[in-house]
């Protein structure tokens, strides 16, 4: 069992900044990536950001250059570092553990990006 504990959340106008955090505790040996997906009211979930114990990174088209994933292997910790912020981002968004034999998902943590 992986359990997955998101913070950082808000609300943030447009154009800003926040960090959300996810730490993984639990059998995390088994874990080969980690990474976040939203999802937006009516809408389906979605991949933003995912990268594998090497290292290697995929970013939705929407937030290239806007968001940056990372990991912190000795705290079990994966990041996601959003800049500039837009109300098309505005969403519930959850952490993923990619480990064998099963995915692992975190609670969910709302961004509110308004004015």
């Known amino acids: 069992q992986v359990q997955l504990v998101e913070s950082g959340g808000g609300l943030v106008q447009p154009g800003g900044s926040l960090r959300l955090s996810c730490a993984a505790s639990?059998?995390?040996?088994?874990?080969?990536?980690m990474g976040w997906y939203r999802q937006a009211p009516g809408k389906q979930r979605e991949l933003v950001a995912t990268?594998?114990?090497?290292?290697?990174?995929v970013y939705a088209d929407s937030v290239k250059g806007r968001f940056t994933i990372s990991r912190n292997n000795a705290k079990n910790t994966v990041y996601l570092q959003m800049n500039g912020l837009k109300p098309e981002d505005t969403a519930v968004y959850y952490c993923?553990?990619?480990?064998?034999?099963?995915?692992?998902w975190g609670q969910g943590t709302q961004v509110t990006v308004s004015s």
């Open positions: 993923k553990a990619v480990a064998s034999p099963t995915d692992y």
């Open positions: 639990g059998s995390i040996f088994s874990i080969y990536a």
């Open positions: 990268m594998t114990n090497g290292g290697f990174t």
